[in-house]
C-alpha cells in the first residue's frame, strides 16, 4: 500500500520502484513532467489516461514544485 507524501500523491516500494506516483495509479510524477516538458498538452496527457483528472495533474506539478524548491539537492546529474 502506498504512503501519500503530498496531497493525491504517493510512494509504493512496489509501484516503480517507489517514485512518485498519482494515487491509486502507476503514473508517475516523473512522466507527467516529461510529457509536458517535450510539448504534450494537459487534454493529451488526459485523452492518454483518462483515469486521471486535471486535478491529478496539477497536484504532480505542484508536487514537483515542493521538491524543486529545496535549497539543496546534493549530486546534480550532468
Known amino acids: 500500500m502506498g504512503k501519500e507524501i503530498y496531497p493525491g500523491i504517493e510512494v509504493d516500494l512496489e509501484k516503480l520502484g517507489g517514485k512518485p506516483v498519482i494515487k491509486g495509479t502507476r503514473i508517475s510524477v516523473e512522466l507527467i513532467l516529461?510529457?509536458?516538458?517535450?510539448?504534450?498538452?494537459?487534454?493529451?496527457?488526459?485523452?492518454?489516461?483518462?483515469?486521471?483528472?486535471?486535478?491529478?495533474?496539477?497536484?504532480?506539478?505542484?508536487?514537483?514544485?515542493?521538491?524543486?524548491?529545496?535549497?539543496?539537492?546534493?549530486?546534480?546529474?550532468?
Open 34 to 78: 516529461e510529457k509536458l516538458a517535450t510539448g504534450e498538452t494537459i487534454e493529451s496527457i488526459l485523452s492518454a489516461y483518462p483515469h486521471i483528472s486535471k486535478e491529478d495533474i496539477k497536484r504532480a506539478l505542484a508536487f514537483a514544485v515542493k521538491v524543486l524548491s529545496k535549497e539543496e539537492f546534493g549530486e546534480l546529474p550532468e
